[in-house]
């Protein structure tokens, strides 16, 4: 059965400590039942948010860590507008996960998004297919943001990404007009982030509050966030006081 939880700090600071216990307990729990912790990273402000205090932990079994990316621009991997890059200098390069645990994109596939998205699908496949029987990867802890239009991953609203947001079959799909640049990006659709065991979106800033009422109050599927429902697990929402300020569900 899924579960939702709801828990707002007054600052980032705050934010970024509760996150990094919520993911030293995952992790640890995880590694001791399943010798592996399977994480995927989304874009955006969470790598900073994220990687602010867990970076200092000294208690998590980094090496047991497996990471993929919720969404990849498809640009260099050493380009300003790569996920890779973000994460990397925010987080790897400050623990010691193995580089071969990383799942990037293949960089010599970027002009062709649909080779892109398969190769990385092939990618998932050659992880979890041996760990899972499910028809999709579970993935132990997915790390989402939100955009202010209520996107998440590379999953935008609109008639125009309904067949990205309708997908059901494969693991990796890919979008080449993303209004938030750059334009051609892979993103797991959301049949496989409902798959996860657990799921937490980190939101943060006034400029979300009217989004995160549609989203969490509202449940208007209109905005892909809201169509994110783990079937067997559990969401998290990690948000700061000024994103949640509009949230009734946080009054009762
Ligand atoms: O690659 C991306 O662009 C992200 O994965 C994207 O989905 C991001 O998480 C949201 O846009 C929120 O970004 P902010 O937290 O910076 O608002």
Redesign the pocket.
């Known amino acids: 059965m899924s579960t939702t939880e709801i828990c707002s700090y007054p600052t980032v600071q705050e934010l970024s400590k509760a996150l990094a216990d919520y993911v030293a307990n995952l992790s640890r729990e995880t590694v001791s039942a399943r010798n592996r912790f399977t994480v995927g990273l989304?874009?955006?402000?969470?790598p900073r948010i994220l990687a602010a205090e867990l970076k200092h932990r000294t208690d998590i079994d980094w090496d047991k860590w497996i990471v993929f990316f919720?969404?990849?621009?498809l640009t260099p991997l050493d380009s300003e507008d790569s996920?890779y890059k973000l994460a990397k200098e925010e987080l790897f390069d400050h623990v010691s996960i193995p580089e071969s645990n990383i799942y990037t994109i293949d960089e010599s596939l970027i002009a062709d998004a649909e080779e892109a998205a398969n190769d990385y699908q092939d990618k998932l496949i050659s992880v979890f297919a041996a760990m899972n029987t499910a028809k999709f990867p579970v993935f132990d802890l997915l790390l989402?943001?939100?955009?202010?239009d209520g996107?998440?991953?590379?999953l935008f609203p609109g008639d125009a990404y309904a067949e990205v947001l309708n997908e059901s079959l494969a693991w990796v799909t890919f979008v080449e007009n993303s209004p938030?640049p750059p334009p051609r990006?892979i993103t797991f659709p959301p049949t496989v982030l409902n798959h996860a065991h657990n799921v937490a979106f980190?939101?943060?800033?006034e400029g979300?509050k009217v989004v995160l009422n549609k989203v969490i109050d509202l449940h208007d599927t209109t905005y892909p966030a809201a169509m994110v429902k783990p079937i067997n697990g559990k969401l998290v929402w990690f948000l700061d006081d000024a994103a949640s300020a509009n949230l009734v569900a946080l009054k009762k």
């Open positions: 989304s874009g955006g402000s969470l919720c969404d990849e621009r996920n989402l943001g939100m955009g202010p996107h998440t991953c590379s938030k990006r980190v939101v943060t800033g979300k």
